[in-house]
């Protein structure tokens, strides 16, 4: 396989990546019955570190409750595997997906005795939407497929059948020549990307939907209010953003852990401020990138040490 990564962590056990599968009967293949996260390991100046690893451990344990998903491990067993996983492959900077899901026994909506199947890998991943997007921001179009609404499945949590609704969306923008969507919800106003969250920029002040906009309580969203509002800026972490405002916005940008904070240059063909990363972007990424890059001492307690 091309991952340079030898083993996964399987339900207690290192096994060799080929060995990392699952039967074919497999609830959660069949009904998107999982749980997941994505989490980035960086090679800080201080050695590689975890970046807010409790929170995301926290999410994927609250990501199974409206499931009845019995994770089964506790948060020091998978913390410890997830450290010993990265030692054994010499993972510095990298890209950690902890798995949890309703496994193989018997077929049928209702889980009945499936039992849980728990993995977790890890894998070096650059920039999740090009190399040049950090810097030159990113084309999107608004796509016709609706998010979900949360009144009809969780969308405040990562459960792995909702990337459906993402896949859709993201390629239909792909398809029509743009790097990425932004998702609408039932109500037609901005939710977030297929992967990430989004942050608007007007007049000096910063706009991001929330979990009522059917979203998902992003941790890079989090940890972008925390520095902005640390910077002095006004953040209204609970906007409702029309169709509209996307294309009269001064700036608007991406955030997720693959994404990280990515700008937005276009909007269905229409140029957002300047057409360039805008200088609040700019600013926020510096502060981002210095931040987990531990070029500051800030928010240590951000950051497990491998
Ligand atoms: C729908 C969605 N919204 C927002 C975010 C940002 O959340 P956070 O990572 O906690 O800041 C993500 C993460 N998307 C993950 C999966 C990407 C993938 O392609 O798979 C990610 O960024 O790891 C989403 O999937």
Same mark, same amino acid.
């Given at each position: 396989? &091309?991952m340079?990564v030898?083993?996964?962590?399987l339900?207690?056990?290192?096994?060799?990546?080929?060995?990392a599968?699952?039967h074919?009967?497999?609830?959660?293949?069949h009904y998107?019955?999982?749980?997941?996260e994505?989490v980035?390991?960086?090679?800080?100046?201080?050695?590689?570190?975890?970046f807010?690893?409790?929170?995301?451990?926290?999410?994927?344990?609250?990501?199974?409750k409206?499931? &009845?998903l019995?994770i089964?491990h506790?948060?020091?067993e998978l913390s410890?595997a997830?450290?010993e996983?990265?030692?054994?492959?010499?993972?510095?900077s990298?890209?950690i997906?902890?798995?949890?899901?309703y496994?193989?026994?018997s077929?049928g909506v209702?889980p009945g005795d499936?039992?849980t199947?728990?993995?977790i890998a890890?894998w070096?991943?650059g920039?999740?939407?090009?190399? &040049?997007?950090?810097?030159?921001?990113?084309?999107?179009?608004?796509?016709?497929w609706?998010?979900h609404?949360?009144?009809?499945i969780p969308?405040?949590?990562?459960?792995?059948?909702?990337y459906?609704n993402?896949m859709?969306a993201?390629e239909?923008?792909?398809?029509?020549?743009?790097?990425?969507?932004i998702v609408?919800?039932k109500?037609?106003?901005?939710a977030?990307?297929?992967?990430?969250?989004l942050?608007?920029?007007?007049d000096?002040e910063i706009f991001?939907?929330?979990?009522a906009?059917s979203?998902?309580?992003g941790i890079?969203?989090?940890?972008?209010?925390t520095l902005?509002?640390?910077l002095?800026y006004?953040?209204?972490?609970?906007?409702v953003?029309?169709?509209g405002?996307l294309y009269?916005?001064?700036?608007?940008?991406?955030?997720?852990?693959?994404? &990280?904070?990515?700008?937005?240059?276009?909007?269905?063909n229409?140029?957002?401020g300047?057409?360039?990363?805008?200088?609040v972007?700019e600013?926020?990424?510096g502060?981002?990138f210095?931040l987990?890059?531990?070029k500051?001492?800030?928010?240590?307690d951000?950051?497990?040490y491998v």
């Amino acid at each position: 396989h &091309e991952m340079d990564v030898d083993t996964i962590w399987l339900n207690g056990e290192f096994v060799d990546w080929e060995d990392a599968t699952t039967h074919v009967l497999t609830h959660a293949l069949h009904y998107g019955t999982g749980v997941f996260e994505g989490v980035r390991c960086y090679d800080t100046e201080n050695g590689p570190a975890i970046f807010r690893w409790d929170e995301h451990l926290d999410r994927l344990y609250d990501s199974a409750k409206p499931y &009845e998903l019995d994770i089964g491990h506790s948060h020091e067993e998978l913390s410890e595997a997830t450290l010993e996983l990265l030692r054994r492959e010499g993972l510095e900077s990298c890209y950690i997906r902890p798995i949890a899901y309703y496994g193989y026994h018997s077929l049928g909506v209702s889980p009945g005795d499936c039992p849980t199947d728990v993995a977790i890998a890890a894998w070096p991943w650059g920039t999740y939407l090009g190399e &040049e997007a950090l810097e030159n921001g990113v084309d999107v179009m608004v796509s016709s497929w609706r998010k979900h609404a949360s009144s009809q499945i969780p969308t405040n949590v990562k459960t792995t059948g909702l990337y459906v609704n993402s896949m859709l969306a993201g390629e239909e923008a792909r398809r029509n020549g743009y790097v990425e969507a932004i998702v609408l919800n039932k109500e037609g106003n901005v939710a977030e990307g297929p992967g990430e969250n989004l942050f608007m920029v007007n007049d000096g002040e910063i706009f991001t939907t929330g979990p009522a906009q059917s979203i998902l309580e992003g941790i890079t969203r989090d940890t972008v209010i925390t520095l902005a509002e640390e910077l002095g800026y006004t953040v209204h972490d609970e906007a409702v953003i029309s169709r509209g405002q996307l294309y009269t916005a001064d700036e608007l940008f991406f955030t997720g852990s693959a994404a &990280e904070v990515t700008p937005i240059r276009k909007v269905d063909n229409v140029e957002i401020g300047a057409g360039t990363r805008g200088p609040v972007t700019e600013e926020i990424q510096g502060a981002f990138f210095d931040l987990v890059e531990r070029k500051t001492d800030a928010h240590d307690d951000w950051f497990t040490y491998v």
